[in-house]
């Protein structure tokens, strides 16, 4: 076989089957740490100091170690207590873990934003609090929370960079570019391809996003 040292076919193939791999992390984990991190946000709103407290000590361990540090020390656990996982699956709920710390404060902010008065009104007209929770709270804090939680699924799809210290295959997008550069020695060129690729995967997210807070917006607006 003989050694080709250009860019071929096969190398953009592998830098698209990357970007693949790096779309379905992110919206893999980034599924799994909302509903965790909504169910952890919630409960730091009810009044309980045990469930705020012990939950906000999840959190603060979650935001305060680093990613990469977090990958190694989760895989070495489940290899020490006998259970080795997968790097890709490990790699899926490492990232679904440390993302729930950072969107339970977003999603508590939410539910606080809705103004005491409003909840009082609907509790006064008979709803229960799960009623109020669902209908008047939820729609409300969702408009409040949408663009921080973009933001931070824009910034989950980087960090899935950080897999490839798990050894995970096939490799992610950063990862592949990684092997073709260590072979063709353009890094230049092949991160500028690297980053269209992030660019439009951001711009996917980032216009669905911005659809829905349109909508929301248009909606209030008739409302008025």
């Avoid at 990613?67 to 490492?94: C, E, K, Y």
């Avoid at 990232?95 to 939410?110: M, Q």
């Avoid at 539910?111 to 709803?127: F, Q, Y």
């Avoid at 949408?146 to 992610?172: F, N, Q, R, Y």
Wanted: hydrophobic residues 50%; glycine residues 10%.
């Amino acid at each position: 076989m003989n050694y080709v040292a250009t860019f071929t076919t096969n190398d953009f193939l592998l830098m698209a089957q990357g970007a693949g791999i790096t779309f379905v992390l992110t919206i893999s984990s980034g599924a799994i740490g909302t509903v965790l991190g909504f169910l952890v946000g919630w409960a730091r709103t009810v009044k309980s100091p045990l469930l705020f407290y012990a939950l906000g000590g999840y959190i603060g361990v979650i935001r305060s170690v680093p990613l990469i540090v977090q990958f190694v020390l989760f895989n070495s656990f489940m290899a020490i207590a006998g259970r080795p996982m997968d790097p890709f699956l490990s790699g899926i709920l490492t990232l679904s873990i440390y993302i729930s710390g950072y969107v339970a404060e977003v999603v508590k902010a939410g539910i606080e934003s809705v103004p005491s008065p409003t909840r009082m009104a609907a509790r006064g007209l008979g709803m229960t609090y799960l009623q109020d929770f669902f209908y008047i709270v939820l729609p409300i804090g969702a408009r409040t929370v949408l663009p921080s939680w973009t933001g931070l699924m824009l910034g989950l799809m980087k960090d899935t960079a950080l897999i490839a210290v798990l050894g995970a295959t096939p490799p992610e997008l950063l990862r592949a570019s990684q092997i073709i550069i260590n072979r063709v020695q353009e890094p230049l060129l092949i991160l500028l391809g690297a980053g269209a690729f992030y660019f439009v995967m951001c711009w996917a997210i980032a216009r669905i996003s911005g659809h829905y807070e349109g909508r929301w917006k248009r909606q209030q607006e008739a409302l008025q």
